[in-house]
């Protein structure tokens, strides 16, 4: 029987979903307490389920302590493009998540906690090109910023108070469910949902804009095993830099055609190019790689190839 007991904060988004799903496999259902602002859409075989706002401090206390919570993931966060609608309320809500996170762990003396970081943390002074692990961090947006923040309030709670917080700087995350979260990279999960409904793509940004990415199995597995390592590897306490490969809209589409060759997109760049262009195309993950053995499994290719095949199936029905 699984020792631990594990909270899931943002349990119904992209990643909370795919980690929830992993970690009930490996700990039992039972262990892996999901948590969101509302109830999940396959409602009652997510339970346990808790309704929770993680600005909430002391619900979040009363559930760590109700269910002797030993890790706690917390995935809530508003994204890159939403967050500039209402830039203040993002700072506080991204800022007073982690906050009260951070807080319920040191008193509770949760064992280990796990806080996603963004390439989004770079800015346009930042090296594009293999974007080393420690480099400049000056973000142009105010998600960016909050991450940064969010990154070196880890690092001080460890330093401080001995928190066992560990964090990866995702790259965009690709995956089946196709759903925008207001994050620049979005434009690649799109683009493989219109071209297995075999409508025509339009692209947010222009052709050549290199980005880097992370197929949602490699995001899976890299949290995973972040998390399993050993205390004496995790050298980085801020962040640590992941990717999976990196790749422009043309040549996603081009790995999209070997497939569907009757797959069309045209290019329509909107204010999202500017924020595209001051992100890094390629990251230098080498540090990951040699505390804790990370090593990406997809491909580009590979990824389409994963991509395109489930969401046949997804769609079969009406297709
Ligand atoms: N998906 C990516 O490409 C990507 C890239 C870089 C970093 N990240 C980070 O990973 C984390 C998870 O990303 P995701 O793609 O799963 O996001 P998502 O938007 O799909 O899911 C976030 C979830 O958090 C919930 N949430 C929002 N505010 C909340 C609050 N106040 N209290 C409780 N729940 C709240 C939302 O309802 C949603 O279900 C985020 O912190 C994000 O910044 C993701």
Known sequence: MSKEKILIIG???????????????????????????????????????????????SKM??????????????????FTNKGEVNPLKTWEINMNCLF??????RVQKVKRVF???????FGSNTPRIMTPQDTIRTPETVYGMSKVAGENWCSYYHNRYGTD??????????????QSRGSTADYALEMYHKAVKGEVFECFLNENTRLPFLFIDDAV????????????NIAIRSSYNVTGFSATPAELADSIRRVLPDFKMQYNPDERQKMADSWPESIDDMQAFKDWGWRPKYDLDKMTDKMIATLQKKYAPTL
């Open 165 to 178: 917080v560990r964090s990866l700087r995702y790259p965009g995350v690709v995956d089946y469910q196709g």
């Open 11 to 57: 349990a119904n988004g992209q990643l909370g979903a795919e980690l929830t799903r992993a970690l009930r496999q490996i700990h039992g259902q039972e262990n892996v307490i999901a948590t969101d602002l509302h109830l999940p859409h396959d409602g009652y075989n997510y339970l346990p389920f808790e309704i929770l706002d993680a600005t909430d401090a």
């Open 115 to 121: 806080f996603p970081s963004s390439i989004a943390v």
């Open 221 to 232: 597995r890299a949290t995973l095993d972040l998390m399993d390592a050993p205390e004496k």
């Open 61 to 78: 206390s009363f559930l760590a302590e109700r269910y002797r919570i030993t890790q706690i993931y917390h995935l809530a966060a508003v």
């Open 100 to 105: 009260n996170v951070m807080e319920v762990a």
